[in-house]
């Protein structure tokens, strides 16, 4: 036993227990809107802050006291303060970088504990709709960020032939798409195409229907319940994946059916958490949190669908590759990546 590997490994592990400790303080922080109530950048004390905020003073005194070791706000004088980069993160939705809303997925790991210690124990399933809603919600803060920064700026660009289709009026499918996130974004970038969105959660379509509705492009964008290997329509001129292939239990026949219900031509554009093709090249940051998540999220419901492939959310390009080809595409290529994103594309 090696004295000093172990003292670094505490080290290492009560950093750990710190982080995942100071995202429960996130969660409350963005659910109690402590972070908004300092976003002007200014000194607070912790009463003021209990005052702007209808909390209590003690309270938020110790909640600030973790967030100023953590290195989130800064201390002086008695007085707390929120800096710009991390108001950005912390207290701005609109921002590119703001993750304090997506933290309730995480919240969800711990909620969901007993059915993940079932699930372990035996078959392995455990369906999206049974986690506790605050996967849901959360789930579209994770990525709706990354939408608004990257889905019209960059990735529909990176596609061949794609964005001239859109503003001439396109067919669009969204399959797997949640509360709607990227549905919204295209269809309030692209005003002359129709989107449809599919997804097998019930609740997670009548959400994505109101929130297209509050969005103000509920008249060209309608959401269904269907599986993605059996999602209605045909002559779609692009069918979308975004962070949900990986999720289902068989990808192969998602593919497949995107593969017959888009027009010749047509296009696939398959948004999976970046990651590299062996597990060595992912023993970093970004493949630390989407591993951890895959195997309380991802691989659990995609164990309890029919097929059951367990893609997991590291699959990789090479493996989505072999999905693809599995289906009927004739071509795959990587259009473009961000550091949590591959962007896939594959024609007919
Ligand atoms: C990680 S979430 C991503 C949601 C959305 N695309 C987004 O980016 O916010 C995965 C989604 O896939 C959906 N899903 C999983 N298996 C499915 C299946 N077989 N057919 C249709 N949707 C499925 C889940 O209900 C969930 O909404």
Excluded at 132 to 150: D, I, Q, V, W
Excluded at 251 to 256: H, I, K, S
């Amino acid at each position: 036993m090696n004295e000093a590997k172990l003292q670094e490994f505490m080290g290492k592990l009560v950093g750990d227990m710190g982080g995942a400790a100071i995202m429960a303080n996130v969660i409350l922080g963005d659910e109690l809107g402590l972070y908004r109530a300092m976003a002007d950048g200014q000194p607070v004390t912790p009463e003021a802050l209990a005052a702007r905020s209808g909390c209590h003073a003690r309270l938020v005194r110790e909640w600030l006291s973790a967030q100023a070791a953590s290195g989130y706000v800064e201390h002086a004088d008695g007085a707390f303060r929120l800096p710009e980069e991390q108001a950005l993160a912390l207290a701005v939705e609109d921002s590119p970088v703001y993750v304090a809303g997506g933290a309730s997925v995480l919240c969800s790991m711990f909620l969901d504990k007993d059915k993940l210690v079932a699930a372990m124990r035996g078959n392995g399933a455990l369906s999206w709709a049974d986690h506790h809603p605050c996967l849901f919600s959360g789930t579209e803060r994770f990525f709706r960020p990354g939408y608004k920064a990257h889905l019209v700026s960059s990735w529909l660009p990176a596609l061949d032939g794609v964005v001239p289709r859109l503003e001439a009026g396109a067919k669009v499918a969204d399959v797997g798409c949640g509360h709607g996130a990227s549905t919204i974004v295209m269809a309030q970038a692209y005003p002359k195409s129709r989107f449809h969105g599919f997804d097998f959660h019930a609740a997670s379509i009548e959400q994505a229907q109101r929130r297209a509705d509050a969005a103000g492009v509920g008249g060209r964008v309608d959401f269904g319940c269907a599986t993605a290997s059996g999602f209605p329509g045909s002559d779609y001129d692009l069918v979308c994946f975004f962070d949900c292939l990986h999720d289902m239990g068989d990808p192969v026949g998602a593919a497949r059916r995107a593969h017959q219900a888009l027009k010749p031509g047509g296009t696939v554009l398959l948004v999976e958490p970046f990651a590299n093709d062996a597990l060595e090249q992912n023993l970093n940051p970004v493949g630390r949190l989407f591993y951890a998540a895959s195997t309380c999220i991802c691989t659990p419901n995609s164990l309890s669908q029919e097929v059951g492939l367990g893609l997991g959310a590291q699959a990789g390009e090479r493996r989505l590759r072999q999905v693809f080809a599995e289906a009927g595409f004739s071509s795959f290529r990587r259009a473009t990546e961000t550091p949590f994103n591959l962007v896939l594309e594959a024609r007919k």
